[in-house]
């Protein structure tokens, strides 16, 4: 249904009145036809419209003195103030940068492992070993980011877990999580080892789309292991690579706060404050939901830039796109 | 991504707000039966939020409605009480209240929302009651003059009347905080409670370097713990005669901010030196309440801070495992500043800064000023406090004492089980009893000790509960969001030697930059204004 429309809406890019008729006709037999999957989308696309569109009126309080006796239409309107004090901050920049790290580092390794952890398991043909690796790996992706942080809390305990292991290696027991240098590892690392069989699932099914006649070809021009692997596997899952690694791209500027405040405390906040932590203790806690709103459309435009950015280049080098 | 987040948080709060409409629509269903049958009885209805969500470890207990204390309220006024609650962890569900636009008749404030009851009288949502008292509440009227301080905190810098609050006649109730050492570990070590600085320094000392719990390891105790951060670390600021946050200079009586003063300086030396040598826990950073009392349990905790139930709970668990255990509470330290100076800012609040207001929605404000002038007069502050009089406490020759409903209970712990009838520890409209509240938190010798200690402390540095106009709390909000959160990080730096301590001067100007002055000055003209009154 959707290439269809996809379909149509090219078609109707050309000017004409004939044309948009000829879309509408078009439109209108494709409903007669498919009215019951339309019937189906309907609750699809009311759920965006009730929920994600109509809302979003209410970003009107990013430019409004926010006040929830007046309401969201009733509050005075302040223009750009919030967005200046945001900017101006004295923390504006360590927010960014801290944000922007945390999110590079996530793109640079955690994004890449469930793709290793995929290809890991394609090679492996022993079924139950492989079924096991997968069962385990999944499992922490349904634990609770509380009940994870707090293991990471008490494992990080001068007592704790961690500090015993490290110290078989002769590292001087201290609380992990009052290094600041050491915040970024165990935020990202903590979130490789919950997110990586999650991750792996999308790239397995992409994996197992790929004709095996390739191989056999492949195979009978020579090639061994890991030829296949480069030349076959990885082209293969190139288009689900490149897809989410732009929606990935899309969300750069997201950190979200619930790990980054159940670990920090004001020693780590030099590496670890991120802009939505920073957002939550100003928004939530402080009630300051008109400048929380402004800071989190900035983020959301930044976002957006990105998305857009990415997804050309992408179209351009190698023809993989959102849209 | 985040738009969508907003969009959908709107829309939250809009099917919250809508939800919420509609509970109060379906309360108004609801009342429609028993208001109706109380049209019979001629009772009358008045709708009452709660600052905070109603718990009990009582599964029967539900809502303030099934507490003993308060059926007999509504008995005895005849007006019943439909009791709201509110989860006060944040701001957001009092404020979708406001946005919702239904209030109910009383609304019970919490001290955290901005501009407090102020703005909500300049809003429209809460009415000043001054007239309403005079004709209505003669039992407050005859409290508020009598009590010319208490009036004086009640009321907003104008004249303004609009709360009904919980007063602190006796303030010997709100000494329930300070610094705690174990005296088991000072009699061992030879070594008299410490006074000063000095002795806190010598008996932490000795406390590092001895094998104080005796385990035949003299490296594992924590001669200063903290629970909460830096509960414990900053509660001997006041040797320096500074607090960590808005105070009174005790030389010139001027508001200031204590970690821009000079002199903090010094107190972050002391810490640093103390830190250094292994004195304070070098996790306090990172520590939290449950990381806390597994090292106190452990018997490795020689001191810390916090409040009074410690010296209670921790007796109780520890006293069958060592015989001699004595924590006891420390007066403040007295250090350069010459005094021992009270960081217990409730010790200067009879009146906290929340408190019940009368939305501008109440109908029938006869009955609602009636009822909360029932609950604030000595009878219905009886019954808040020690419940119904013959069944969970008796009265002999004018001293009241908890019956054995409360102190035997077959199935809770009597804390839990007092609340069957009352709450006499916590807050809510009416005056707080000492001697309902000592029942239960000085349950030990050392917990009354305690509380007189603390209690005696000076209390000059201690600021009364300050309002603040709109602008003035958005002005401040502003400045200190961003001031606090650096000021507790270079504090935890200098203690921690991450920064040297010649860096002081750069940190105070940073706080300059950060217009740290015009919020003292905001204080300081609030502070002028409270004087005023």
Redesign the interface.
Known sequence: MKSELKLAAGRSGQPGKSRINDYFAMLRRDFKKHKYLYFLGLFGVSYYI??????????T?AFKDY??????LGSEWIGLKNFT?FFQ???FWRLLRNTLIISLYDLLIAFPAPIILALLLNEVKHTFFKRTVQTITYLPHFVSIVVISGMI?DF???AGLFNVILGWFGVEA??L??DPSLFRTIFVGSGIWQGIGWGSIIYLAALSSIDTQLYDAATVDGANRWKQMLHVTVPGIMPTIITLLILRI??I??VGFEKVILLY???T??TA?VISSFVY??G??????SYS?AV??F??VV??MLLIIANRISRKVNDTSLW | MNMMKIGRLSAGMLMAASLLAGCGNSNADNQAGPSNRAAEDGAKQVSFLWNGKFSSKIPELKSYGDVAAYQEIQKRTGISIDFQDNDTANLSQFNIMLASGMYPDIIYVPSTYPGGVAKLIEDGVAIPLNDLIDQYAPNYKKLLDANPEIKKQVMLDDGTIAKFPQVNLDLRRNAWAGTMIRQDWLDQAGLQMPETIDEWYAALTAFKDNDMNGNGDTTDEIPLGDQNGMGSITSFSTAYGLLVTFQVNPETGKITYGPYEPAFKDYLETMHKWYKEGLIDSEFAATDKKGFEAKFSNNIVGAYGGTISGINTYKNQMQAAIPDFKLVGVSPPVGPAGKSFSAAEQLAQYVPLEGAVVSSQAKDLETVLKLLDYMISPEGSDLQNWGIEGESYTVENGTKTFTDAVWKDPNYESRVAVSRYAYPTSGMVKVMDYDAWASFELEHPEAQEANERWFNADRTLLLPPLLFSGSESQEISKIMSEADTYMKEMLLKFVMGNEPLEKFGTYRDTLQKMNIEKAIAIYQTAYDRYQQR
Do not use: C, W
């Open positions: 009730i929920f994600s569109y109509i809302p979003m009126y209410g970003v309080i006040s929830p006796v007046k309401g969201i004090d901050s004295f923390y809390v990080s305990r001068k201290q609380n999580l009052l899309g969300g500027m997201d405390n004001p020693q906040y030099e404050d203790r100003r939530l806690l402080e009630a300051n939901y709103t989190s459309l983020n959301s976002n957006f």
